[in-house]
């Protein structure tokens, strides 16, 4: 099935091969769905929920999230490309081995989140989001900036760290890492 510039207004959406592209969807609902062959573009959620959802080696293009909620929601080996969350909770959301191009996470709580061995990361901006005890193993993080973000208790694979844009709190815990002692 395909839709096309539709307004999906409290709906239960079930994963299926579904195409919707320029869509607005407020207030559906996406959870425990298995999303793999659904293909959305250009399209808006806002106040949606996909917790527990799958969207396993799936193609996210230009859409956009706002408000909504991605708990336990698994990304394994997706392409997000030009993404953006606004005020999401992915906490415990899984993007592991996944490219990442040009996606903005804005005020979301990603706590716990795991993004390890990213196969591509390129022009990822985090503002003013919950990293606490996020998952950044086997990641570079060159060019990444996390100076308006949590960070407590990050993980990460030391040598990746090169180019990482930190403020100088977060430079101390990152040189705790490294075993080194401020005094």
Known sequence: MKYDSVTLENMNIIGNDTEYKQCIFK???FSNQDLTNTYFENCT???CD???AIFSKYINKNNKYNNSNFIGTS???VHLDGVSFNSCN???SNFAESILNNVSFDNCNMEE???IRLNKINKVRFNNCELIKADFSETKLNKID???CNIEGIIVTIEYLKGLVVNSYQASFLASLLGLVIK
């Open 146 to 148: 996390f100076r308006t």
């Open 113 to 115: 989140s795991i993004f």
């Open 27 to 29: 207030n559906c609902y």
């Open 75 to 77: 990304m394994i080996e």
């Open 45 to 47: 959620f806002i106040n």
């Open 50 to 52: 996909f917790a527990n």
């Open 90 to 92: 992915l906490k415990y």
